[in-house]
């Protein structure tokens, strides 16, 4: 068999190469082939999966958050609920420069991928051998924040950059940042811009003044630990950095800057603050703004299991409407009570606070603020530091066991004598209440304060063995797919022995089983009931904001009496 082949002539345009160089070359290019169908490969699969997310869902309204108490009862809503969507006609031009200037400088220039940043971020990557610079666009940050593309990794990049280009193909340069600002978080529950414009300045998204916009802007990057609720400073020095990174660019000159730093912030105040229906809502929402923030959750359509109880919530409150118009009615009063004031003095009505706690956990199972949440929105549960009488007397008691003296029932007196005041502050303290105290003997006649909050918790200490629980409200978050982002964990510290705590409890009246405790104060201007149930600790205040006497003891103790008895069945 002929294995005659003719010879292969190398062409004029390689003669001159050496062989070794010819070898390079050809494998150069066959590598180029090879890498090119490989990439060309990789494009067709990332364009595949990206073909897959729905580009109407950037344009939609995301959905709100439900919150629903322990037995899953819905309550409310929480602050996403409340999202208004903008239109670009309804964005401020200072605030699209200051967008540009702090997160996308080409945003007008590039195709939603900003190749030559995202080649930079590279190669600092490479070398920190870390996922330390993101390069990301606005584009970029609006399909991650409406599809929830979080985890930090090459496939999630490829997937982000397909998405965006899509994306980009499909809406405007100003539909894409009217949507990337109604979705972004602006902190303090804020999703969206016009939320953040209304709940921070009170003003809607197009009546935004120059300083407001570039605080807003400034804020973006760490909405909880910037926002001006939070630390106003903070949020100054964000907006500051902003304005000059805009002067950097050549979208402002130095007078401009100086102009808009000394325009005044003026920030909604406090008592103006959140929409809620009820002083639970409205504590429930607070704790939530500190967890998403806390744990950089910044989605909608959230579920959220609080502690709370909302038959025992609802019993609390209805039981203490009625035992207030017991008061009144003794008084010849009307709801809302015009007591009696001096001249020039505002008039007042009864108020009232409660608290009830989980006693192993510290869960809130009910918390009332006040008579009238659309009338007063300061919550008294938190903020009603008031003398304490009385109620104060378990406290003197585990002390004294604490210290292995005696405790002699009724006689408050003589048992806090044998330690002394320092010694009994110091344990109430230990029991989660603050004071302020007198550190003479009048502390065994109740000179302490403390808020119906402290109060449970120093109840819910002794009916948990010395181990004093860290009072919440949030049990758990899920994501609208099932996710669960959040999950509390009872945190529970040792305050005082066991034995000590026993004693203390056995203080309060035993009753139905259940301890109860409380009575009026000795100015009359203040009355406790302190209930140490199985399960749970009540601490229910009664008085005026402004204090006075409210009506004779014997009547006080009447009601107090009624209402322990209602609260015991």
């Known amino acids: 068999m002929s294995t005659w082949r003719p010879i292969r002539r190398t062409p004029a345009w390689l003669a001159w190469m050496p062989g070794w160089l010819r070898t390079t070359l050809k494998w150069t ?12 490969l990789v494009v067709l699969i990332y364009f595949s999966k990206a073909a897959q997310f729905n580009l109407d869902e950037v344009a939609k309204m995301p959905a709100h958050t439900a919150i629903y108490d322990r037995h899953g009862k819905e ?35 590039h195709s939603g991928v ?7 971020a590279t190669v600092r990557n490479v070398k920190d051998r870390d996922f330390t610079q993101g390069a990301s666009t606005l584009s970029m940050q609006l399909a991650r924040n409406t599809f929830e593309i979080r985890e930090k990794s090459i496939n999630r990049k490829l997937l982000e950059i397909a998405l965006t280009l899509r994306l980009e193909s499909r809406y405007s340069k100003d539909q894409i940042l009217a949507h990337y600002l109604n979705r972004i978080y602006f902190g303090a529950g804020c999703h969206g811009i016009e939320q953040a414009a209304r709940t921070y300045f009170g003003k809607q998204t197009s009546q935004l003044n120059e ?50 730093k000394a325009m005044p912030i003026k920030l909604v105040p406090q008592e103006q603050r959140g929409g809620e229906r009820s002083y639970a809502l409205e504590a429930i929402q607070k704790e939530l703004q500190t967890i998403l923030d806390d744990v950089d959750i910044r989605d909608g359509g959230l579920t959220v299991r609080s502690t709370l109880d909302a ?19 003794n008084k010849g009063w009307t709801y809302p009570v015009h007591a009696d004031h001096q001249a020039g003095s505002e008039p007042q009505y009864l108020q009232c606070a409660a608290v009830t706690l989980e006693t192993k956990t ?49 006689k408050p007196v003589q048992t806090g004598r044998q330690i002394g005041p320092k010694e009994t502050i110091r344990i109430a303290k230990r029991c989660g209440i603050s004071g302020p105290f007198v550190e003479t003997e009048d502390l065994f006649r109740g000179s302490a304060a403390a808020t119906p909050m402290e ?37 529970t510290t040792p305050a005082i022995g066991k034995q000590a705590a026993k004693e203390a409890a056995a203080l309060l009246e035993k009753e139905s089983g259940t301890r109860v405790h409380g009575g009026a104060t000795g100015s009359g201007r203040d009355a406790w009931l302190a209930r140490l149930g199985p399960k749970g600790s009540t601490a229910i205040w009664v008085g005026f904001d402004d204090p006075q006497r409210i009506s004779s003891a014997q009547q006080l103790d009447s009601v107090l009496d009624d209402l322990a008895q209602r609260l015991g069945n």
Not at 311 to 329: C, H, N, V, Y
Not at 387 to 397: E, K, R
Request: glycine letters at 12%.
């Open 455 to 491: 109060l449970a918790t120093g109840l819910a200490t002794l009916g948990n063995g010395g181990q004093r629980p860290k009072p919440y409200l949030i049990q758990s978050i899920t994501a609208p797919d099932g996710k669960v982002l959040y999950t509390a964990s009872p945190v």
């Open 114 to 120: 900003d190749f030559r940043g995202l080649a930079r």
């Open 211 to 260: 300083a407001e916009c570039a605080m807003l802007v400034g804020i973006i990057r760490g909405p909880h630990v910037f926002s001006p609720f939070r630390d106003l400073e903070a949020a100054r020095e964000q907006q500051a950095q902003t304005l000059a990174r805009m002067k950097a660019m050549g979208l402002i000159d130095s007078a401009e800057v100086e102009r808009v």
């Open 75 to 109: 309550l409310g809503s929480g602050g996403p609920n409340s999202r208004r969507l903008i239109t670009r006609a309804d964005i401020p031009d200072f605030l699209i420069k200051a967008l540009r200037a702090r997160e996308d400088a080409r945003f007008f220039d």
């Open 311 to 329: 038959g025992w919530q609802q019993r609390l409150e209805t039981d203490l409407s009625e035992s207030l118009r017991k008061i009144e009615q």
């Open 362 to 410: 510290g869960g809130i199972l009910a918390l009332v603020g006040g008579r009238d949440y659309l009338d007063s929105r300061y919550d008294r549960s938190n903020g009603a530091r008031r003398d304490l009488g009385s109620a104060f007397s378990p406290w003197i008691a585990a002390a004294a066991a604490e210290r292995g003296r005696l405790v002699l029932p009724g």
């Open 29 to 40: 290019l066959w590598s180029g082939v090879v890498c090119a169908v490989l990439g060309l």
